[in-house]
């Protein structure tokens, strides 16, 4: 599956971005799907992932209450909305695809996951 991540962009602190993930290739609600993000000098860190029905979903604590992650198998997309922004969550952010059998698992661990997007900047100025 190729995935084709995007919507960042430079935002003030309290604001919000929608970053989107377009998937193609093979049937979309075979996979869970993931947000990760890399800041300059940190390694890569979970974000966000959602089951492949959208019933189940998990958060990293640093962004529970202020990022939601959603899907639409029918339009191949995944979602992560942003309020509340910070300075630290200034990072590249990545999109990721994982093949599982069960509707309801997820996956929070980056090298379980196969696919990967490339990526797109979120900036958030101190």
């Known amino acids: 599956v190729q995935l084709q991540a995007s919507g960042g962009g430079l935002v003030q602190a309290g604001g919000s971005l929608r970053l989107s993930c377009a998937a193609s290739g093979r049937p979309f609600s075979n996979y869970v799907m993931g947000w990760f993000r890399q800041a300059p000098g940190k390694e890569r860190e979970f974000v966000a992932t959602?089951?492949?029905?959208?019933?189940?979903?998990y958060y990293a604590d640093f962004v529970k209450g202020r990022f939601t992650i959603s899907r639409d198998n029918a339009k191949n997309m995944v979602y992560l909305q942003m309020n509340s922004l910070k300075p630290e969550d200034t990072a590249v952010y990545y999109c990721a695809a994982d093949s599982v059998t069960s509707i309801l698992a997820v996956r929070t661990t980056a090298r379980t996951y196969e696919y990967w997007g490339q990526g797109t900047q979120v900036t958030v100025p101190s």
């Open positions: 959602i089951s492949r029905s959208g019933g189940n979903s």
